[in-house]
């Protein structure tokens, strides 16, 4: 069996995601900014149990960008936008997590760039301009007007017309984001250089997005829909490869955004040789049906689906969808957190869904996203004073009512979900079979129940999840007559030991229950 050692840190950690819009204000413009960051990362790890404990975080988009879509529309690869901070602030950033022992994760957006990027200045000042081919242009279609039907994920057409070249420019995003062309060595070479110095600086690590977009294949000028992903180009994987290499230099990790929700698809994006991404983001809890049965279906399917010898990773919310709470319903929030937080894989933390944060409705002369996403990135709730402790001034997105939801609430709370997902954290640093150990699916008497056990070397953990409004009995599902509770969702169960075929577990409860098979 491998020793601790040689696991690489990111198996082993916990990543909490950063909404940076959101964190924290640390000078009253409204906007949370790096050094509100840095002022909070205590909460995230002050290496005691009083702090969230979290390993990781990633950050999204920082540099400089006019916004169109909220960061992922990059007008600098190699600068921080001044409303975020300064290249000074970024690396004391990267120094104080890293006195912390968390490390940081950039979001790298390597598909497409902001229309206001130089480059793109460049590309589309004239056909014979030096950046010319850098993106990806196209004359009308012979009767004039789009050189295909295709669509973009936002709306309209894929296809915007510029009047100096007289041709139009392709982009699957907003008309401000247009698509880089791949093909092209010199913006492959461009984006090497950017992550190198990222790493540099010390970054750990990118989330790469929008990666199944790098290479499309236009098809008739007739057919409608988004262009074909060429998954299947050798090219890409080249892309990843080479990104792999880097970051396996810099012993940081490589985690594409593709949103598949195809298991095999998903798992293409580890490389046949596993010598792509670390990590492929797991999607398959964004959206779908929360009971047991389904839950278990489904972490099945994606257990067995990992390549050999491959990492898995789980998350329940992201910045482009409602969050968790609204998605299924506050019955399931503090199951949804002990399932996260009891997967084999690493876990990812949306920040916010620790105290239960909602979805916020945005008045129409408040909206900042044209595609409906504000509602889960509103600022984080740090107490219930005026703007819940995120700034002192009206901040860019309303917040979310604060009176109960809040770190500081909930902090004094022992029975808070925030409580639960620190002990959860913590638990799960300190137990191998929980962090590392494999993965096994079981039947129970119920079934409304989920139940796992996580094993390594003796270390036994079973999971088991109540997910009905009734009590359940799961019956002797782990095969072994008792077990110590060291967990459950309700904080105020006694950790006793417990007869498998006595436990009955409240509605939607659940728990983790140590099996010493010595
Ligand atoms: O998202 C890519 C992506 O898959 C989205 O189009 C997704 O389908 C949509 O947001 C669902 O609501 C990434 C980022 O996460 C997203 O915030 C960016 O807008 C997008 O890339 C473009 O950079
Ligand atoms: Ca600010």
């Not at 004239?126 to 010319?132: A, E, L, M, T």
Request: proline letters at 5%.
């Amino acid at each position: 069996m491998k020793t601790q050692n040689n696991i690489p840190w990111w198996q082993k950690a916990v990543i909490y995601h950063i909404y940076p819009f959101s964190f924290y204000d640390s000078n009253n413009d409204g906007i949370g900014d790096l050094s509100g960051i840095i002022q909070r990362l205590n909460y995230l790890n002050n290496r005691t149990h009083k702090s969230l404990g979290v390993d990781a975080v990633w950050i999204t988009p920082v540099s400089p960008s006019p916004w169109a879509d909220y960061g992922y529309d990059v007008a600098d690869y190699t600068a921080i936008d001044p409303v975020f901070g300064s290249m000074k602030i970024a690396e004391k950033l990267i120094w104080e997590c890293h006195a912390r022992n968390i490390k940081v994760i950039f979001d790298f957006v390597p598909n497409h760039t902001s229309s206001e990027h130089p480059w793109f200045i460049e590309s589309k000042s004239s056909r014979d301009s030096q950046k010319h081919d850098w993106y990806i242009w196209a004359d009308p279609n012979p009767q004039g007007g789009v050189p295909t039907a295709h669509r973009s994920i936002f709306g309209g057409s894929a296809w915007e017309f510029n009047h100096r070249r007289g041709q139009y420019y392709f982009h699957y995003f907003y008309k401000e984001q247009p698509d880089l062309n791949w093909c092209n060595a010199a913006v492959r070479k461009a984006m090497e250089e950017a992550l190198v110095f990222w790493l540099d600086k010390g970054v750990d690590g990118f989330r790469f997005d929008a990666v199944k977009h790098l290479y499309e294949k236009f098809l008739d000028i007739g057919r409608a829909g988004f262009p074909v992903r060429t998954l299947d180009k050798k090219e890409a994987h080249e892309v990843f490869k080479g990104w792999r290499k880097i970051l396996d230099h810099y012993g940081g990790v490589a985690i594409g955004e593709a949103w598949e929700t195809n298991i095999s698809e998903w798992a293409s994006y580890y490389g046949k040789n596993l010598d792509e991404f670390h990590l492929p983001l797991n999607f398959f809890f964004m959206d779908t049906r929360w009971d047991a049965g389904n839950i278990r279906r489904l972490v099945d399917s994606v257990e067995a689906g990992l390549p050999r010898g491959a990492w898995l990773n789980w998350a329940i919310g992201n910045h482009d969808i409602s969050r968790f709470v609204s998605r299924y319903g506050s019955q399931f929030v503090r199951l949804g957190a002990m399932l996260l937080l009891t997967l084999r894989g690493t876990p990812i933390l949306y920040y916010g869904d620790e105290i239960g944060m909602s979805d916020v409705s945005i008045a129409p002369d408040r909206v900042r996203d044209r595609f409906g996403r504000d509602r889960a990135r509103t600022p984080m709730q740090w107490d219930e004073s005026p703007h819940a402790g995120f700034t002192q001034v009206e901040p860019w997105l309303p917040v979310g009512d604060s009176r109960e939801i809040s770190v500081v609430a909930q902090g004094h709370n022992p029975d808070s979900l925030l409580s639960l997902y620190k002990k959860l954290i913590w638990l799960r640093k300190r137990n191998a079979a929980l962090r590392l150990g494999d993965y096994k699916s079981l039947d129970t008497a119920s079934l409304q129940c989920f139940a796992y056990l996580r094993t390594r070397g003796k270390k036994k953990v079973l999971v088991i999840l109540n997910f009905s409004s009734d009590d359940q009995k799961p019956g002797d599902c782990a095969g072994s007559g008792r077990g110590k509770i060291l967990l459950s969702t309700d904080v105020t169960r006694e950790k006793a030991e417990v007869e498998f075929k006595d436990l009955i577990l409240a509605p939607y409860e659940g728990c983790i229950v140590d099996i010493n098979t010595e």
